[in-house]
Structure formats: C-alpha cells, structure tokens
C-alpha cells in the first residue's frame, strides 16, 4: 500500500509542473494541468482531447512503424509523419529505375497506392493503472529476483488483455522508475500503403549537415494510408481491403503560427532519463558516447565514400546510413552540451542534498554508496559493451552471422531433422535476403576491417576473446598493421557460406553444427558474443538491476524529501501530451535565432549537384515565381518552410503532430537543436526548441510540387 501512495504523491506532483518542460499521460491530466493549458491558448475541453468512450484527439494519433508517431488527417485512413519515419520502406520500394527516395512519389488513385510490407500503425485503445496488482506480486524482491519477477508478471497481465485474433496486444510499462505500473492496449493495422513522398532533396535537404540543426529547411514528411477488411477489422494486405474509417481526423490549418501562439504536440516519446544519476552521467559523457560515436564515424565514413561512387549503391545503403547517422549526431552533441551546462555537477549537488535528508532514514541512507559501487564494478567493462553492440554488430555480416548462434544450439540439441530446427533454418533464410539486401561489399570489409583493430587496440586484452587475435597474428601478420585486418577481413567475406548462395544452398539442405563452427564469418562473432555473454554479462545483468533499484527508490524519497516539487514521469514511448508556444530563441551572445524559416532559405543553400543541397528546376521555378497558391504566409509575403517552439519531445515524437490551440494540425515535429541535446537527461528551459515542418510548406510541396491535388482534397482544410 505504501508503494501506491507514493506513486499518488509522484502523480499529484505531475500535476502542478510547468508549461514547456514535460510530456504528460493525457488521462491523467489534472486541473491545473488543463487550466494552464487554457490559460496558454488551448480551446478543447478535456473530453475532447482524452476521452475512452468516445471520440477524442488521442483516436486520430498512431504509432507509426518501429518507433515513430503518425497522425489521421482523412475521412479514409491517411495518415501524415515524417519522411524519415518510412524511409526504409521507401528505399525498399525503389529500384534505380524507379526512384521513389530520390524523385518522390505521389498516387493519383488509392489503385496507385504502393503496399508498405512490414509496416504498422497501433492505435491506443485504453490504459489502465495496474501498479497494485504489480507490487503485490513483486513485493519486497530487489536485484535479478525483482527484475524476473516484474518480467514474468507484465507478461502474465499483458497475455490477459491482449486478443490475437482482432490484433489486440496490450504491454504493461513502468513509469517513475518502477514506481508505477500502467497498462497501454493497443489494435494493430498491418495493411498500411505509401500515398505520397517528397523527393529526397525536399524530404532530407540538408541531409547530415543540418541534421540537429536551425535554421532548417527540409520537408520532413511522408503520407501513408491505412487500410481495413470489409468487415471494418484489422487485416493483413489484402487488394479487396478498403480505407480505415477513423474515429477522430484532425483538421489541417492554413492560418500559419506567429510569435507566441499555444502549440500542443501529441506521440510518443521514446525515452528519456532525466532523474539520471551523477554516475550515469559521468560514464555517459566519458565512456558510452564518445565510443558510440568514434565506432559509427568510421562507419559512416566507409558507407559514405561507396555510396558517393554509385547511385545503386546509395538506393542500397540509404536507410541504413541514414538511421546511424541520426544518432551519430546527437550523442556526440550531447555529450558536448552535458559538459557545457555542467550537468553532472548539478546532479552532484542534488544528490548530496539528498543523502544530507536521508541521513538516519534505513531505505534511503545508503543508496548513494551502494550505487556507486555498482558503477564502480561494471565500469571497467563499459567500453567492451559499446564495442560490442556498435562494432561487431556493427558490421551486417557479423551482426547477422550472430542470428545463427540459436541455430547452433538447436542444431547441436535437436538435429538436423528437427521441425522446430527446419522452422528456424527457414525463417533465417528469408532473414538472409533481407541481410543481402543492404549488403555492401567494399564498405562492409573496410568495417570489419577498422572494428577489429580498434577492438584490439582500445579494449582491455584481458577482455579479448581467448585466442582470437593469436590466430590472427599467425594466419595474417603482425596486429600493429592495419594491412593484417584487412587480409582477414577479405578473407571472411570471401569465403563465408553467409554471402555465398552456393554454400547457403548446400548448408540449408544438409544443415551441420560442425560446418557452420567452421564458416569465418560465424567463427568470428561467436567468438565474440560467447566471451562476453560468459564473462561480462552476467556483470552488466547485476549491474542493471543495482541501477534500477537504486534509481527506484532514489526517486520515491526525493518525492517524500520534496512532496511540492514539480515532478512528471520520463518518456517510455507511452502516449503523450506536450504544451508550450512558438518561440525563437538566442544560442549564444549577439546571436537571435528567429522562429520561422522560408524558401528564401532553401534557395541560400542550394548548390547545383550537391548530395545535400541540391534542388529540382521545378522546384526552383515555383519560388523564383513565388507561386505558393493559398499556402503562402500572408504576413511575409513568402512560404513558410519550419519553425520552432518549445514543446518537450524526444525521439519516437518524430512525425508527431504539432497543433493550435483549436487541435488544428499546424506543422509535423521532426527534429530538436544542437544547442539542447542534453535533452534526454537534462531540460534546458531556455535553449530546448522543437523543429517542425509548417503543414502549409507540406501541402505546397504535394499540391504545386507533386500534383497531387487529389490528396489535399481528403483533407479537412481550415482557413
């Protein structure tokens, strides 16, 4: 019971924090939550924006994919978000012939409409608060136990609710660190088409260089269509399926934003931690980001020089380079912007104000010197981790040579003629298509090339694999010359049964445990996953769940330390609400960013040619005439291409809808400024902007751009 009291006091707190910091659970909005939302520039009741019985805001916002959010704009199913939110499935659907990431794509009839295999929308059909049934079965169990338990248990609630014949799943999700325990239902929409694309010098212009950046110019947006059976159920792609029949459309304005106006932004946030300890900030800023970065540049890099030689190339590593590069970018800027802002000294000092309080209180004294010996223990194998899952995983071979180590084991169990053992071999074999598909060689061997020696070089080698680089040194030469991992790495691609279909052939029809053992490609990451998962992680294991207990119990006594604090629970990619105002903003002295940009913009950076600010004569011949239509922005004369507020978001926000205080679709969120990406662990009241895409700059780019004046006619368009 003590536990639930606590989880009321964090909520109660939830409920009086500001305007611009937070993402709040929309049904548990509380008065002075709403009546500062009025206060702001919000015209809806509650009942319209959250209401589980009847329609509401939160029917029109999805789930969009693996990890972004989307939104229902029609009468018929269409769905808007971002360009980089289906980037995958575009890259998929393009042949050099037919270039849809490069040229774009508009349907003029839904029969032109191309199927997005793979693809999902989930729609939020109820939550439900199952902390008491959650504690109950947990009770006192720390470390692994609780960890185990609290698994087994949000299965077991999860199965109860879910109905797999009508696409309903449901997943319990921890809030406040464990804290609470809310349960999200949600019914899936496989069936899901591409309707509209941009061309990639719209919907990335830009590209890597602006990426985290303002001023920003890129049309980051994407339109898709969700389709149903005839019954009105959720289907997989069918031709004799019709569009999905929402329950709530938002309407799209053409009025456009100026200086101050509400803005409201709806999703669902990935993940932040902002009640992150000192501890994790220090390994953050001096050991995980630094080696996630040093590993994906070189990626990057040898991705980047093939894909500049050929546009085949390019097509097939697009996606790919793409979402490494997305974060690539931000952790470095974090790390940067976490030592700027001194972040791990403000945690210090909270956390000694902390433990002055809990001097004499049993659960709460000693949390500080447990948790950092927990640290102090799993830090020496903290860089091994991130070399592992950013470097050896980093390579597609060896990543998906690792998906055949469950093989192994069946194998070595079952035997060969084991139908669970044939089931397996045949779905890695369809795996194995999607893995050639995105295959490069020249990028791939020059990366396992790198990894290799950067492992060797940078890692503790009384952490290496037993053996491992002795066989290198014997087979290949000296391990001081790069030339020796190059040699090996020729050698595995060369003669890996993984990209050899003669050998995989041969392999599936008479698959042996002994034979895969002996394949380099698999000889290479077993070795690597085998010493780790022996050695140290079962380090990392006791180490997460020291974390998790500590960062528990920290947050239930700062909310007993200060009961009026204004506190909201972190993102854990569970629907939420954010609120603030369009706002420019000044990053620095005698610098004022202004929050609006406009193709007068676009045309300063074009440059004939360029991989990232290269524009179409189409394209250029419409602003040279400034023939914008009715999407012009009145008041500049101009179109309006972003613009910023200071709405909280994070990733998984990506193609979030940003709205008026009307619940009138405004603009599409789609990115956050370098000068704020401490975000994940630290909100800057100042600095944090929202990049978003005006809506009326989307809607010129389809209607004048791409012709597709059939799509804005679905629409629901508010003057």
């Given at each position: ?433 999607n893995f050639l598909a995105g ?211 994070t990733g998984g926000n990506s ?55 059939n799509i804005i006619k679905e ?5």
């Amino acid at each position: 019971m003590k536990k639930i009291l606590i989880a009321a006091v964090l909520l109660l707190n939830v409920f009086i924090a500001s305007a611009d910091e937070g993402m709040w659970l929309p049904h548990l909005l509380g008065q002075q939550i709403y009546d500062d939302m009025v206060k702001k520039g919000l015209k809806l009741t509650k009942d319209q924006l959250y209401n589980i019985n009847k329609p509401s805001l939160k029917d029109a916002i999805v789930i969009f994919g693996r990890g972004c959010t989307g939104e229902i704009v029609s009468n018929e199913g269409l769905v808007f978000t971002n360009h980089h939110c289906g980037y995958d499935e575009v890259a998929h659907a393009s042949t050099v012939q037919n270039n849809f990431l490069k040229n774009g794509f508009y349907a003029k009839t839904k029969t032109e409409e191309i199927p997005a295999p793979g693809l999902s929308v989930q729609f939020l059909l109820k939550i439900e608060d199952v902390t008491k049934e959650m504690d109950s079965a947990i009770g006192t169990l720390t470390g692994i136990d609780r960890a185990k338990k609290v698994q087994e248990t949000s299965a077991a609630i999860s199965a109860r609710y879910s109905k797999a014949d009508e696409k309903i799943s449901a997943r319990v999700t921890p809030h406040f660190k464990g804290n609470q325990y809310l349960l999200f239902v949600y019914q899936t929409y496989n069936d899901v088409r591409m309707v509209g694309i941009p061309p990639e010098n719209v919907g990335k212009f830009g590209g890597d260089t602006d990426n985290w950046e303002w001023p920003r110019h890129t049309g980051d947006f994407s339109i898709w269509r969700v389709y149903m059976n005839k019954d009105g159920k959720p289907a997989d792609y069918n031709a004799a399926n019709v569009p999905f029949k929402p329950k709530y459309v938002l309407p799209v304005s053409l009025k456009g934003v100026k200086e101050g106006d509400f803005s409201m932004i709806w999703g669902y946030p990935g993940s932040t931690n902002r009640y992150e300890s000192s501890y994790g900030v220090k390994l953050k800023t001096e050991v995980e980001n630094p080696t996630l970065v040093a590993l994906r540049e070189m990626r990057l890099k040898h991705m980047f020089d093939e894909m500049k030689k050929d546009e085949k190339i390019k097509l097939k590593l697009a996606s790919s380079y793409a979402s490494i590069a997305n974060y690539w970018k931000f952790y470095d800027g974090e790390t940067k912007q976490l030592l700027k802002y001194k972040v791990y000294e403000q945690k210090l000092a909270d956390e000694q104000k902390f433990q002055a309080w809990a001097k004499g209180k049993p659960e709460f004294e000693n949390i500080f010197s447990d948790w950092g010996k927990a640290y102090d223990k799993w830090r020496p194998y903290a860089k091994h981790r991130m070399y592992l899952r950013e470097g050896i995983l980093g390579s597609t071979t060896l990543a998906f040579a690792s998906s055949l180590m469950l093989l192994e084991s069946e194998l070595v169990k079952k035997g060969p003629d084991n139908a669970d053992v044939k089931k397996l071999i045949a779905s890695l074999d369809k795996n194995r298509q999607n893995f050639l598909a995105g295959y490069e060689d020249d990028a791939e061997q020059n990366i396992i090339r790198d990894v290799l020696q950067m492992f060797y070089n940078n890692i503790d080698k009384n952490q290496h694999p037993i053996g491992f680089y002795e066989s290198i040194r014997s087979q290949f030469g000296d391990l001081k010359d790069r030339i020796t991992y190059e040699k090996f790495a020729k050698n595995l691609l060369g003669t890996t049964m993984v990209l050899n279909n003669d050998k995989w052939k041969k392999f599936v029809e008479n698959p042996d445990a002994v034979a895969l053992q002996n394949d380099p490609a698999f000889s290479t990451v077993s070795q690597f996953m085998r010493n780790y998962d022996s050695k140290f992680a079962p380090i990392y294991s006791q180490f997460a769940a020291a974390n998790s207990d500590a960062g528990r119990l920290y947050l239930k006594g700062v909310a007993q330390m200060e009961p009026g604090k204004k506190r909201y629970p972190d993102a854990v990619f569970t629907m939420r609400v954010s609120y603030g105002s369009v706002k420019s903003y000044k990053p620095r002295d005698a610098v004022t960013y202004d929050y609006v940009t406009t193709t007068n913009g676009v045309m300063e950076k074009y440059k004939p040619g360029d991989y990232e600010f290269d524009l179409t004569d189409r394209y250029r011949e419409l602003v040279t005439n400034k023939d914008f239509g009715q999407y012009k922005d009145a008041a500049r004369n101009i179109m309006v291409v972003g613009f910023t507020t200071n709405n909280d978001i994070t990733g998984g926000n990506s193609g979030s809808p940003v709205l008026n205080g009307n619940g009138e679709l405004i603009g599409l969120a789609f990115d956050g400024n370098y000068e704020a990406l401490s975000h994940q662990i630290a909100f800057d009241k100042d600095l944090n902007r929202t990049i978003c895409v005006d809506i009326r700059y989307v809607l010129w780019c389809v209607d004048k751009l791409g012709g597709g004046a059939n799509i804005i006619k679905e629409l629901k368009i508010v003057k």
